[in-house]
């Protein structure tokens, strides 16, 4: 009887210190000092509007809010990177807080010029409170894409060339692709209708092809010369105007061209039709002939 006795002592002692704990839990837990921060971003997505030289700025907005703060004041520290290592800045990055517990901050994010429209680069900024030597930490992202932009260039080492009527030329373009996107190329001749009309004929090895960002690819142009006799150089410069067009641009609205002209003096003589050195002797003959006729009639003459 008397052990039973002291089981149900205990037992009752047991309930009672377990109810004295649970009265104090609550009390030391709102007693915790541990400041909390908590960090929202807005909007969650920035888009860039760089070019192949000029960079862009982009912001978000955060918004903070400091609770559970059981000092005075508490000191708050802002960061911010980018995954990309762009340069990312928040405004202000530290502050200290007392009765105002909420409250906004600036990031600024540069995307640089020439970046891919592949590249795309996410934000982390970081919010972190500490007071009385405790602190905590919350983070908040973002989401920076370039937006695509086109640029085509057409480049050339022969923009001067020189040949006879009734001969071929060829020219070697390299185009390039200096936007920051995959593209569609589109080349063309912009006075083709006026050259066809001399009896130019202009043949391209291709009109149409795709070209990755920062590369190149080259493309030939055999150019005929009309048909036509000259036995003498007329030094004429005929003008080829080769455009090069953007077809990305064009699908998102927007126009982007280069042109590069080539221009052919045409020098010598022309015998379409016939070998080169009859007609060398056959001038050479005639020549003669005159000569001797020539001479013949100053015989008479005297």
């Known amino acids: 009887m008397q052990a039973s006795k002291q089981i149900a002592r205990a037992s009752i002692a047991f309930i009672l210190v377990g109810a004295a704990l649970s009265a104090v839990a609550p009390s030391a837990l709102a007693q915790n000092p541990v400041p909390v921060i908590s960090l929202i971003m807005t909007p969650g997505e920035r888009q860039a509007e760089i070019t192949a030289s000029n960079p862009d700025a982009v912001q978000f907005v955060g918004n903070y809010t400091v609770d559970k703060l059981s000092f005075e004041r508490a000191s708050v520290t802002f960061t911010a990177v980018m995954s990309t290592g762009w340069v990312a800045v928040v405004s202000p990055a530290s502050i200290t807080v007392t009765n105002q517990r909420q409250g906004t901050i600036t990031i600024t994010v540069v995307v640089p010029a020439a970046t891919l429209a592949t590249e795309i680069g996410q934000l982390t900024v970081t919010g972190r409170v500490t007071a009385g030597g ?156 005159a000569g001797a006729a020539q001479g013949q009639r100053r015989r008479i003459v005297k």
Do not use: C
């Open 134 to 289: 405790l602190q905590s930490q919350a983070q908040a992202q973002g989401i920076v894409t370039p937006l695509p932009y086109f640029r085509t260039i057409a480049s050339s080492t022969t923009p001067f060339l020189e040949s006879a009527y009734s001969t071929q030329v060829v020219v070697i373009y390299k185009i390039w692709n200096e936007g920051n996107v995959k593209d569609i190329i589109r080349v063309g001749i912009a006075n083709l209708e006026e050259l066809t009309t001399a009896q130019w004929v202009i043949v391209m090895s291709r009109t149409s092809f795709t070209i990755e960002p920062t590369l190149f690819q080259d493309i030939q142009m055999t150019v005929a010369l009309p048909k036509t006799w000259q036995l003498f150089a007329d030094n004429k410069v005929t003008v080829i105007q080769l455009t090069v067009t953007s077809g990305g641009a064009v699908e998102h609205g927007q126009t982007f061209t280069d042109s590069l002209p080539i221009f052919v003096r045409t020098v010598g003589f022309s015998t379409p039709g016939f070998d080169a050195t009859f007609v060398i002797l056959g001038v050479a003959g005639a020549a003669l002939v």
